[in-house]
Each structure stands twice: as structure tokens, then as C-alpha cells.
């Protein structure tokens, strides 16, 4: 599975940091984005929550 952060949709509410925040890092501009290429599977479940809980539906995961 592989994780983005669309940075156009992005507000930076920061919810996907707190639910994975060993995938989900803030950037120095204070959006998210996705640290990981590749999702480990012990993180799927929580990415697939902050995809489903992105208030700005701005995480796509796929694979
Ligand atoms: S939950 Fe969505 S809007 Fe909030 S920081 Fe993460 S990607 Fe950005």
C-alpha cells in the first residue's frame, strides 16, 4: 500500500498525524504529507482510518 497527501486539499488540521504519526509527519509549513513509500501492513488499518477521517479528503491510499 502506498500513502499520499494531496497538498492542494490539505488544511492542516493534523487528525492523520495523530492517528499514524509513524506515517503521517507534518512539513515545515505546517500541512501533512505521507513519510513512508511503502505502508508497512502493521499501519494499514490506521491509514485506512485517517483516509476515511481526512476531513478535507486529501489522503489516498492505494494498493
Ligand atoms: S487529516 Fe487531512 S487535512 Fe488534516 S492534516 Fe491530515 S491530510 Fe491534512
Redesign the pocket.
Known sequence: MKAS?DPD?????????STCPDV?AWTADG??EAVLDEIPDQYQDLVAK?VQ????H??SAQG
Open positions: 497527501v486539499r490539505c488544511a492542516g488540521h493534523g487528525d492523520c498525524v503521517f500541512y501533512a485517517a477521517d481526512c476531513p478535507e486529501a489522503i
